[in-house]
């Protein structure tokens, strides 16, 4: 499924520091990167970087973000500020349940073990094997 309607708020402070610092380094945009992740929640992650030929386009305010097909898969929106001398985010996912693969916090089966290592060779990160914390 490709879904490329990802919602971005920058905080007009954010947006004034994003600003400075894609200029004082020389790039022209600031890259969203999903890193996936087995039996959790995947992260997102911002870069300054270049525009390539395949990224994904928008623009707020002077500020062009770029990602790719598998930020706008997986995040439904993201909420950039920058407070105390840092940036921030907040990410809202697609997947409200944080699951895939049949291994999630959600899951009280114990199939979670063997759909973790399926799916990406890691067991199953809880001693009783269901998913949980408890």
Do not use: Q, W
């Not at 395949?54 to 950039?80: G, M, P, Q, T």
């Amino acid at each position: 499924m490709e879904n490329n309607n990802l919602e971005i708020y920058i905080s007009k402070e954010a947006s004034e520091n994003l600003s400075k610092l894609l200029k004082e380094n020389d790039y022209s945009c600031i890259r969203l990167s999903y890193i996936k992740s087995c039996c959790a929640r995947g992260r997102l992650d911002i870069v300054l970087d270049n525009i390539k030929e395949k990224d994904l386009k928008h623009e707020y305010a002077s500020i062009i973000l770029v990602y790719n097909n598998e930020v706008s898969n997986n995040i439904k929106k993201v909420e950039i500020i920058y407070k105390n001398n840092d940036f921030m985010m907040k990410i809202t996912p697609r997947d409200t349940n944080g699951c895939k693969n049949g291994c999630c916090k959600n899951n009280t089966s114990s199939n979670c073990n063997n759909s973790c290592n399926n799916s990406c060779n890691k067991k199953c990160p809880y001693k009783n094997k269901t998913c949980s914390k408890s």
